[in-house]
């Protein structure tokens, strides 16, 4: 107890000196005005804070404009970390839960699996689960979505432990930023619905209808301001998405291959999420990494920071590799290790000023594509029955 809180301090005094933050703030200052200044957390006055603590003025074109996406009931649940005055220390604070919720992200994600690693893989998974760019922009940003990513791994083992309004309450508390689990959450909702567990839905709405209640008491009419806001947000010309990737490819038709590209996926998760549904539990779960992977190219805008969630189909993939390929699957999960860090570090440290943009946006491809590849690459392996003695001879 003691060592955890040495390094808990230590960790907050190295937060200090982190520049970014402002995933976080924008939810800090709107519930911190909302609570002592009385102002619309959905207003302009929003977003004009956060530019002022982030970019020291105004934002400039390219940058973040901080607008507030977040349901109100949900942002209820950024109000005690609200009462700090300070900024900085109510970031560093918060980015150290988010550092807690990666190791726990890191960890979890390993025990889905099943996966009887030796303890050297352990680390180095959850090294690589720590240090690799996207959860290092996660924290750069302190971005909620490293919570968001334990809070689905979190769902996954209390439905596979049959914990049902566990699940529920966890669904409840994840249910925004639907850019980045949407698709996931949607299969869980169609999941639960087929195998018609009611206590699921039963802890989600409970919540939900608790957090509802709570927010009309403080806020009666944040209905309307929120959809606006979200509307205005998603006018706004940052982050990443399909379309302008593929028009940066090939700018005379790749709007059209975007389209042909975004259907063609929806098209694939149509059919995994048909067979998952009322599928085994490992055909579920490789079809819930799946939803996680192809969720940054469904064409919505979203940003490098989301892609952190990917931990968890990666421990999939990592994990199915070294077991079907016993002899030399050693060899090659470090392999894999090794590109998915490097690679991106690489792209990142050497490439983003001489090619900008183009960089970027390879940058950002990277990890979904790739792990979308990795999954059917391994999906045999993955979604069917228990090995045969066979396959174990096979070894």
């Known amino acids: 107890m003691i060592l955890f809180l040495i390094i808990s301090t230590?960790?907050?005094?190295?937060?200090?000196?982190?520049?970014?933050?402002?995933?976080?703030?924008?939810?800090?200052?709107?519930s911190r005005g909302f609570v002592f200044d009385k102002i619309d957390p959905y207003s302009g006055e929003v977003p004009a804070r956060v530019q002022q603590l982030v970019y020291d003025g105004p934002a400039k074109a390219g940058d973040e404009p901080f607008i507030l996406d977040t349901p109100f009931h949900i942002l209820l649940l950024y109000f005690p970390i609200s009462l700090l005055s300070d900024p900085q220390l109510a970031r560093a604070i918060f980015t150290l839960f988010l550092e807690l919720a990666l190791f726990a992200l890191a960890i979890l994600s390993l025990y889905l699996t099943d996966w009887e690693s030796p303890r050297f893989f352990s680390v180095l998974f959850v090294l690589f689960a720590i240090f690799n760019f996207y959860s290092f922009q996660a924290i750069y940003e302190a971005s909620p979505v490293l919570l968001l990513g334990f809070l689905y791994a979190a769902i996954l083992f209390a439905l596979r432990n049959e914990m049902d309004e566990l699940a529920g309450v966890l669904i409840a508390v994840s249910f925004y930023y639907w850019e980045v689990g949407g698709p996931f959450l949607f299969l869980v909702a169609l999941r639960?619905?087929?195998e018609k567990r009611n206590r699921v839905f039963a802890g989600f709405f409970m919540l939900s209808l608790i957090l509802f209640i709570l927010s009309f008491l403080a806020y009666p009419n944040w209905i309307i301001p929120f959809l606006r806001a979200a509307f205005n947000n998603l006018r706004v010309d940052f982050g990443f998405n399909v379309h302008s990737i593929f028009v940066h490819f090939w700018p005379s038709q790749g709007g059209t291959i975007a389209w042909i590209f975004i259907a063609a996926l929806v098209v694939i998760l149509g059919f995994e999420w048909t067979s998952a549904r009322s599928g085994e539990d490992r055909r579920f779960y490789w079809a819930a990494c799946l939803s996680l992977a192809a969720a940054p190219l469904l064409g919505f805008r979203t940003e490098m920071e989301h892609l952190s969630v990917l931990i968890i189909p990666l421990a999939l993939i990592f994990s199915i590799v070294y077991e079907r390929w016993r002899k030399f699957g050693s060899i090659l999960t470090i392999l894999l290790v090794l590109v998915v860090f490097i690679l991106p570090w690489t792209?990142?440290?050497v490439m983003l000023d001489n090619f900008g943009i183009i960089a970027k946006d390879i940058l950002f491809l990277f990890n979904p594509v790739c792990t979308i590849i990795g999954l059917y690459w391994i999906r045999w392996w993955a979604i069917r029955p228990p090995r045969v003695w066979s396959d174990l001879a096979n070894r």
């Open 192 to 194: 639960t619905y087929d």
């Open 347 to 349: 792209i990142y440290l």
């Open 10 to 30: 230590a960790l907050v005094f190295a937060n200090l000196t982190l520049s970014g933050g402002g995933d976080f703030y924008v939810q800090w200052v709107a």
